[in-house]
């Protein structure tokens, strides 16, 4: 039995070995079957992988060939590995020229160390508004650049290689240098004093702009001479040489430039703006025969200069001088600075005119003062509203007053108050645009009266419109003084006659005329013949007794009493129209008393020359003489309907009205002469009330007995 078992036992380990490797088999096919969809899996992801791969380099490699922005990468010894085409433009060559080639080979710069300190500290370097210089291209100057240098790690964290982005910021930096260059430019306009102070710091900026190592500003005189007003650079033996070159006499391109007349062999070295440009005066002359070298003075070339321009300056269509630009090496001026310093030009040439103006304005004033202030005559100029705004030493001393006392204050401030109105009566005048000649008393700062000529004309400002008044003032005190004793002695004796001529002859005359009255009366009787005799020289001697009044009343018009003026006023309308068979009236709505009979006698001997005038030389038929008051005056008028004064008398050429005006300056008076509405002539005398030469010696009283019409 124990066999049997046994094989049964043995049987069922087969069965069970057997199932496991059924199993096993079964696991293994499972394993196999996963494994090879594994890398079937593996296989597609890879594929998958490197399509993209391929993919992202296509469109980096289409970013860095088409980008605008110049790109560079760099190996770790910063050899070029790849440009693209914007780097190579810029360049100027093309990007098959770069790999394998140094950087800084074609682009020497400060850079190589920091390039490198990116290699060692795998950090970005960051570079603002850079110069740059193309060895290949020096004519175009420096170029500005924002650079950003990147380093690229490899899965060691190693740097493999560097990407350099570059950006031209050259236009935004000129910008930035010409407005500044322009901010400083009017910054010394407004600092400076003086036309040699300003372009000696026009030196300075336009040394630091030009990076040349001599810099002249050429101003033309008035002899035609062009000196450097101002430098720095050139030495001894060439400033001695063309300091003074003439436009007229001397031949060279600078003279040419500053006239605007360039030769034909200049043209090629010409800007639009007329500059004279050579950056390598060697090879420029070496092209020119010797006819053409002979219109150059050759000083530049012999100092060594290879870099040369002349930059005309200009205000407006006037040449003013020139820029001289000047330096030992070639290539310094490229053609955007020199565009900016055509700008910068004009502008120098306008602060140049201005310093000019005002210093001529200056020394203008300086003569102004010189002789406003050295003048014997006063100087008085008042506003428009009358007040003080100018007075010289003469016309202060005048008033015994300070200028600053003056200033501001009215005119008729320094007046005799009496006389006031007739002041505000000429500014009305100078409002009118009439300019005239009068004489005015003021009161001294002690009280004293001064007496002063008046030539008063008035000012208009820009627009025409009235401005003030300017008068030139003589003190004519003593000249009065002279005068009113001469007049008051001549009308003394012409009353002194007149009176003699009433009192004694006019009295001898009647008593004549009675006599000879009483002889004709005695020889009636005894002879017809010697009757008619003694009537004929009784009635002469009554027309020259007649006489004899008459001629006293002309020399003694006026009554020595407080109405005796309007008396004589009134007695001489009768007299006119008595003795030259015309109307003439007297009407008085004021009674003039004047205590001062030398004063009424000027009224008087003013009325009886209008009066004459109207009727010999305006052959008048109606007359009218009329008092009235207006303003805190007293206006004394003669109308007449005559044919008019001639305009020679009324711009006083005549001796009457030049007469008039006088013996109506005497008295603090006025005298405007007018045609009359409906033909004729009006003469006014403006009187001031309350004073004629001193306060209290005039006076208008309300209409009374006298105020009649005669």
């Not at 645009?433 to 008035?458: M, N, Y």
Request: net charge positive; charged share 25%.
């Amino acid at each position: 039995m124990k066999p049997i078992k046994k094989a049964a036992r043995g049987k069922e380990k087969v069965a069970r070995l057997r199932a496991g490797l059924a199993r096993a088999k079964d696991a293994l096919r499972t394993v196999r079957n996963g494994a090879a969809a594994s890398v079937a899996i593996s296989d597609e992801r890879l594929q998958s992988s490197e399509l993209d791969l391929k993919r992202h380099h296509r469109i980096l490699d289409a970013f860095f060939e088409n980008s605008v922005t110049p790109l560079v990468l760099l190996d770790r010894d910063l050899n070029f590995i790849r440009v693209n085409e914007a780097y190579a433009r810029c360049s100027h060559r093309r990007a098959s020229d770069f790999p394998g080639h140094d950087h800084f080979e074609f682009h020497p710069s400060e850079f190589r160390p920091k390039f490198a300190q990116v290699v060692h500290s795998r950090e970005p370097y960051r570079a603002v508004a850079t110069p740059f210089f193309r060895p290949n291209h020096p004519e175009e100057g420096a170029t500005y650049w924002n650079l950003h240098c990147a380093p690229v790690l490899d899965e060691a964290g190693r740097v493999e290689c560097l990407v350099v982005a570059f950006e031209e910021v050259t236009g935004h930096k000129h910008a930035e240098t010409r407005l500044k260059a322009m901010n400083a430019l009017l910054g010394l306009f407004a600092s400076k004093t003086t036309r040699k102070s300003y372009l000696d710091g026009g030196i300075e900026l336009l040394s630091t702009l030009s990076g040349c190592g001599a810099v002249g500003i050429r101003m033309l005189n008035t002899r035609g001479e062009i000196p450097y007003e101002s430098f720095c650079g050139f030495n001894e033996e060439f400033l001695k040489s063309e300091c003074w070159l003439s436009v007229y006499k001397d031949q060279c391109v600078c003279t040419r430039v500053v006239l605007g007349q360039p030769d034909p062999q200049d043209k090629s070295m010409l800007t639009p703006s007329g500059s004279f440009v050579c950056n390598n005066t060697l090879e420029f002359v070496g092209r020119l025969t010797e006819a053409q070298k002979a219109r150059f003075r050759g000083v530049c070339i012999r100092q060594g200069f290879k870099t040369v321009a002349v930059i005309p300056i200009r205000y407006g269509s006037q040449a003013f001088g020139a820029i001289h630009l000047a330096d030992k090496r070639p290539n310094r001026l490229d053609r955007v600075l020199v565009e900016f310093l055509e700008t910068m030009a004009p502008l120098i040439g306008e602060a140049v005119y201005r310093f000019d103006v005002e210093e001529a304005l200056r020394q203008s004033e300086n003569r102004y003062r010189r002789i406003v202030e050295t003048a014997t005559e006063g100087i008085w100029i008042v506003d428009r509203e009358g007040q003080t705004t100018f007075v010289n030493r003469r016309m202060a001393a005048m008033l015994g007053c300070s200028a600053l006392e003056m200033l501001g204050r009215p005119l008729d401030n320094f007046m005799d108050p009496a006389l006031r109105a007739a002041a505000q009566f000429a500014l009305e005048r100078r409002r009118e645009g009439i300019a005239e000649q009068h004489d005015l008393k003021f009161l001294r700062k002690d009280g004293a009266e001064v007496w002063a000529f008046f030539s008063t004309t008035p000012i208009y400002d820009e627009a025409g419109q009235y401005d003030g008044a300017l008068a030139m003032v003589a003190d004519v005190t003593e000249r009065r003084r002279l005068e009113h004793e001469v007049l008051s002695a001549s009308d003394e004796t012409s009353r002194r006659i007149g009176q003699d001529l009433h009192d004694s002859l006019g009295q001898l005359l009647v008593g004549l005329t009675f006599q000879s009255k009483e002889l004709e009366r005695k020889l009636v009787a005894q002879s017809a013949e010697d009757a008619a005799e003694a009537a004929r020289i009784a009635k002469a001697a009554k027309e020259a007794a007649t006489l004899a009044r008459a001629l006293a009343h002309g020399l003694c018009p006026v009554q020595v009493t407080p109405g005796g003026l309007m008396e004589a006023l009134r007695n001489l309308a009768r007299r006119t129209a008595t003795t030259y068979g015309i109307a003439c009236t007297f009407t008085a709505r004021v009674s003039l008393v004047m205590h001062d009979t030398v004063a009424a006698s000027h009224v008087y001997q003013i009325v009886q020359e209008a009066l004459t005038n109207a009727v010999r030389h305006g052959k008048a038929r109606r007359v009218s003489i009329s008092v009235s008051a207006a303003d805190g005056r007293v206006a004394l008028r003669v109308r007449d309907n005559g044919r008019g004064m001639p305009k020679v008398d009324v711009e006083d050429k005549g001796l009457g009205l030049r007469t008039m005006r006088y013996r109506a300056g005497m008295i603090g008076a006025s005298i405007k002469i007018s045609p009359a509405p409906k033909g004729g002539t009006v003469v006014t005398c403006w009187l001031p009330t309350g004073g004629s030469q001193e306060p209290g010696k005039m006076s208008a009283l309300p209409p009374g007995p006298a105020a009649k019409r005669t």
